[in-house]
Structures are given as C-alpha cells and as structure tokens.
C-alpha cells in the first residue's frame, strides 16, 4: 500500500526558511513524480514544484522560482521542499503526492506552514 506523509510545516517570519519532508513508501515503480502542493485559505490548490524520480527533472510554479529548492534522497524514499525567503503569501497547507506510473496519485495529509511576523 502506498503511502505518502509530509512534516515540516510550522510558524516562521518573513523573510525565514523552512524545510519540507515528504517520505513515501509502497511505491513498486521505478518511474514517477513527487509534486508539492498547497492550498491557503479560500484558493484553490496550486502546483508548487515537482521533481522526477526516475530523471531528476524539476519544475517551479513561477511564484517559488529562485526561492523554493526541491530535492530528493532515494536511501530514505524522502523528497524535500526547501523553502528560504519565505513571504506571508506563501502562508498554506502544503501537500505532497506521488503521481505512479499506473495513473494512480496518492496524496499525504498536508502540513500547515505560517509566514507572519
């Protein structure tokens, strides 16, 4: 059974970093996709950054470009948002998902992150 669970999220000030975990496990395929997400309150959930397991390919939402950095480290099935010069609009609940080679997407429970003085 697939499973995907992130932590990381909490309070920091504008301008501070944090660092986003998302671990999977279950997963039989050689070839997928970890893609971060996030809702804020009242908005729909938008795309953040994805990262491909098998080629290491990366994408940003133009938002997060040149501030977010995603990264992988397949010894402990974990992918990482790191996130620096954070902005109270990047305030949201922040989701992974596993997108498999089978067409199925299985997403984690989300973590919160806070940007406010």
């Known amino acids: 059974q697939v499973q995907v669970a992130e932590s990381g999220g909490g309070l920091v000030q504008p301008g501070g970093s944090l660092r986003l975990s998302c671990v999977t496990s279950?997963?039989?395929?050689?070839?997928?996709?970890i893609g971060w997400f996030r809702q804020a309150p009242g908005k729909e959930r938008e795309g953040v950054s994805c990262i491909g397991i098998n080629d290491g390919s990366e994408r940003y939402a133009d938002s997060v470009k040149g501030r977010f950095t995603i990264a992988r480290d397949d010894a402990k099935s974990t992918v990482y948002l790191q996130m620096n010069s954070l902005k109270p609009e990047d305030t949201a609940v922040y989701y992974c998902?596993?997108?498999?080679?089978?067409?199925?997407?299985?997403w984690g429970k989300g973590t919160l992150v806070t940007v406010s003085a």
């Open positions: 279950g997963i039989k395929f050689d070839n997928y996709v």
């Open positions: 998902c596993a997108d498999l080679a089978d067409g199925k997407t299985y």
